[in-house]
C-alpha cells in the first residue's frame, strides 16, 4: 500500500501549543505544485488521554468550526492534561465552498471511509484520519449540523454499537456534551461513515446535529462551545466541573422514524422542531408548483414522537428526507 502524502507542518506530539497544516499535494491547472492546506491546532501537556475534535465534515455545518476556531485560539496547554487535536475544517475544500461536498471531485467525506491513500482528495483526507490522527485519540467528537437542507433540534448523539461497553462509554460523553437533547442515532446508511470507522477502532464518539440551514445562531453555537468543553472536561483532559443543564434523552427505535417525500413541489412546515407528534398526524404539505387549483400532498408521521428534524429550503424533491420522529425515553 502506497504511503498517505498528507504532512503535517506541527509536530503531533509535543508539548505545547502549536498551529498549522495538513498539507495535502494536489496539482492543479491554476498552481501546478500545488496543496490542499487544512489547518489543525495541537495543544499537549505531558501524559494523559488524547482528543480528536473536529468539524466541517460537511463544509456547509458551521456550529463545529465555529466552536473550533475559538477552542483553537483560546485553549493553553497548562489547562490540559494529555492532548486536544483540533481540525476545524475536516473537508477544508467543502468548507471554503460552503457545501456539503468538495467542490474538488464532489467527495461526500462522510461516506469516504476508511479513505486511500492513492485516491481522490477526499479520500486521501479520510484515509489520513483513519490510519494517522484516529489511531491516537481516545475521544473523538465530530461536529455536524442539518447544512442547507436540514434542520435539527440541538443534541448529541451516541450509536447502538455491538460493545455494550463502549455504547455506555460514548452515552457517557454524550450526556456530559449536555446538548438541550440527547439521542441514540439511527442512521440511513453508515457505509463508509467517519462515525463508523471511529467506532470500529473503539474509541469513545460522540457527534452532534445541532441546527441547520446552512449557518448557525448564538444558541447553537453556545451549545457547541460548552459541549466541547464539558466532553474535556469529562475525560480527564481538562480541570473543572462541567456545566450542566437539562437534557431530554431521545431515541430512533427504526425506520419508521423518518419521512421521505415522494413528490416534487413547495414544501409547508405543519409541525415546529421539538412539536409532539402522534402516529399519522400530518407533519407536512408538499404543493405542486406547475399550477394553481391543485390539492397539497400530506406527509404523516409513521410513529409518535417528537419532531426532531425537517426539510429546510422552500422546495422539496422527491427522495428528500421531509420529516424525522424521535421518541422520548
Known amino acids: 500500500m502506497s504511503a498517505n502524502p498528507i504532512t503535517p507542518t506541527i509536530p503531533l506530539d509535543e508539548d505545547g501549543e502549536h498551529h498549522g497544516f495538513l498539507r495535502l499535494p494536489y ?14 491546532t495541537v495543544i499537549k501537556n505531558g501524559v494523559g488521554p488524547s482528543a480528536l475534535l473536529t468539524g466541517a465534515n460537511h463544509g456547509d455545518e458551521y456550529e463545529g468550526p465555529i466552536a473550533l476556531m475559538e477552542l483553537a485560539l483560546s485553549l493553553k496547554a497548562g489547562e490540559i492534561e494529555g492532548r486536544v487535536i483540533i481540525v476545524p475544517a475536516m473537508n477544508y475544500p467543502a468548507f471554503r465552498a460552503g457545501t456539503r461536498t468538495s467542490p474538488i471531485d464532489r467527495g461526500n467525506m462522510n461516506r469516504s471511509f476508511p479513505g486511500s491513500p492513492s485516491g481522490t482528495v477526499t479520500e486521501k483526507i479520510a484515509d489520513y484520519f483513519t490510519n494517522v490522527l484516529l489511531p491516537e485519540a481516545n475521544v473523538v467528537l465530530d461536529f455536524h449540523s442539518g447544512g442547507k437542507t436540514l434542520d435539527f433540534i440541538p443534541f448529541a448523539s451516541a450509536h447502538v454499537l455491538e460493545n455494550e461497553d463502549q455504547q455506555a462509554a460514548c452515552v457517557a460523553a454524550v450526556e456530559a456534551f449536555n446538548a438541550p437533547y440527547s439521542m441514540m442515532l439511527l442512521e440511513i446508511d453508515n457505509v463508509g461513515m467517519y462515525d463508523t470507522t471511529v467506532e470500529d477502532q473503539g474509541k469513545i464518539f460522540v457527534t452532534t446535529e445541532l441546527g441547520g440551514g446552512g449557518s448557525s445562531t448564538a444558541t447553537s453555537n453556545a451549545i457547541a462551545k460548552k459541549g466541547v468543553r464539558n466532553v474535556l472536561k469529562h475525560t480527564g483532559i481538562m480541570k473543572g466541573e462541567l456545566e450542566i443543564g437539562p437534557s431530554t434523552m431521545l431515541d430512533m427505535p427504526d425506520g419508521d422514524c423518518f419521512v421521505f417525500c415522494q413528490d416534487d413541489g413547495m414544501f409547508e412546515a405543519m409541525k415546529n422542531l421539538g412539536d409532539p407528534v402522534e402516529n399519522g398526524e400530518v407533519v407536512a404539505r408538499v ?32 427522495g428528500d428526507c421531509l420529516a424525522v420522529v424521535g421518541v422520548e425515553v
Open 27 to 40: 496539482s492543479r491547472d491554476d498552481s501546478a505544485w500545488g496543496s490542499v492546506m487544512i489547518p489543525i
Open 287 to 318: 404543493w405542486p408548483v406547475d399550477r394553481t387549483g391543485r390539492l397539497p400532498i400530506e406527509y404523516r408521521a409513521r410513529r409518535s414522537g417528537l419532531l426532531v428534524s425537517r426539510h429546510f429550503p422552500g422546495l422539496i424533491k422527491s
